[in-house]
Nanobody, 123 residues
């Protein structure tokens, strides 16, 4: 599975961005996809994840109600819509995928990673 993340940039607090993660190399519907982020000096953390089986998406507490994960089956692409951005959301954002049956919550369960895209939120 190959992943290509894009859509990062500089935005003012309160603004919005939409990140994209284009996938290829594996049946699109048979992978779980997660969005992670890593701020300077901090560990990489899970932001949101979408299981391929159609279960409800997962959102980390700190983005619930502000971020939405979605997918476009026709384009083999996942999205992370980020609204009401805060300076604390500043980080490099990564999309990742896994084809195993392990849970979607742990970073170590993801087999494939895209390159990061930088999101900077100014106050």
């Amino acid at each position: 599975v190959q992943l290509q993340a894009s859509g990062g940039g500089l935005v003012q607090a309160g603004g919005s961005l939409r990140l994209s993660c284009a996938t290829s190399g594996r049946t699109f519907r048979a992978i779980d996809v997660g969005w992670f982020r890593q701020a300077p000096g901090k560990e990489r953390e899970l932001v949101a994840a979408m299981p391929w089986r159609g279960d409800r998406p997962y959102y980390a507490r700190f983005v619930m109600g502000r971020f939405t994960i979605s997918r476009d089956n026709a384009k083999d692409t996942y999205y992370l819509q980020m609204n009401s951005l805060e300076p604390g959301d500043t980080a490099v954002y990564y999309c990742a995928a896994k084809t195993n049956s392990a849970d979607i919550y742990r970073i170590g369960n993801y087999d494939y990673w895209g390159q990061g895209t930088l999101v900077t939120v100014s106050s």
